[in-house]
């Protein structure tokens, strides 16, 4: 059975600062990984999508890694703002097509 | 281009009761599927439709169970509710097929007193 972990659980850095985001999987066997971000009580937003033949992908500040054979993904944010606090939630898709989530990260940026 | 929708928004509702939540997939998507998330987890997969059948399922009891319409808009029903049963429900669309990335609505808040 598929499992996925984020950590930290929660994460507090002042404005500016560099930060790296966890997520790890149990089935290296996936077809992609897809890190979402989602603000409080709202619904989730796709930031990023790397298939499992992919090493990583970018998007302005953000950059994600995927390395399938270790089951491991980082989510990379550079110069953080307060805009970027919420919750960051990874999730992997398996051959059932159902995707499977980590609890996520809370992230909070401090002006 | 409407995004995907969901309603109502927030629900409040008692133990034992029924409850319908709708879901309008994103224009040109056939394939939805249904989340639960509850306070402070992840989102975890109730089940998916398409072509108006269920294709997959999630660890859920047959007190969860849903309906595609034509138009490929879905719903989701939940009888006897638990207080367990509060969370947020997500709906996400897509094009069928496992290279198809799922668009999600922004969620119903039910609170079973």
């Known amino acids: 059975k598929q499992e996925v972990t984020q950590i930290p659980a929660a994460l507090s850095v002042p404005e500016g600062e560099n930060l790296v985001l966890n997520c790890s999987f149990t089935d290296s066997a996936i077809y992609n990984l897809q890190w979402f971000r989602q603000d409080p009580g709202k619904g989730l937003t796709s930031l990023l999508l790397i298939q499992s033949s992919q090493r990583e992908q970018t998007s302005g500040r953000l950059n994600a890694s995927l390395d399938k054979s270790s089951g491991r993904s980082t989510l990379y944010i550079a110069a953080s703002q307060p805009g970027d606090s919420a919750t960051y939630l990874c999730?992997?898709?398996?051959?059932?097509?159902?995707?499977?989530f980590g609890k996520g990260t809370k992230l909070s940026v401090k002006p | 281009d409407a995004g995907v929708t969901q309603s109502p928004t927030h629900l409040i509702k008692t133990r034992g009761q029924q409850v319908t939540l709708r879901c309008s997939p994103k224009?040109?998507?056939?394939?939805v599927s249904w989340y639960q998330q509850a306070l402070g987890q992840g989102p975890q997969f109730i089940f998916q439709y398409y072509e108006e059948e269920e294709r997959q399922r999630g660890n859920f009891p047959d007190r969860f169970s849903g309906h595609q319409f034509p138009n490929y808009s879905s719903e989701l029903n939940v009888n006897a509710l638990l207080l367990g049963d509060s969370a947020l429900y997500l709906c996400?669309?897509?094009?069928?097929?496992?290279?198809?990335?799922?668009?999600f609505g922004p969620g119903t808040r039910l609170l079973v007193l």
């Open positions: 996400a669309s897509s094009f069928p097929g496992l290279a198809s990335t799922q668009y």
């Open positions: 224009s040109g998507h056939d394939t």
């Open positions: 999730a992997v898709k398996g051959s059932q097509g159902n995707l499977i």
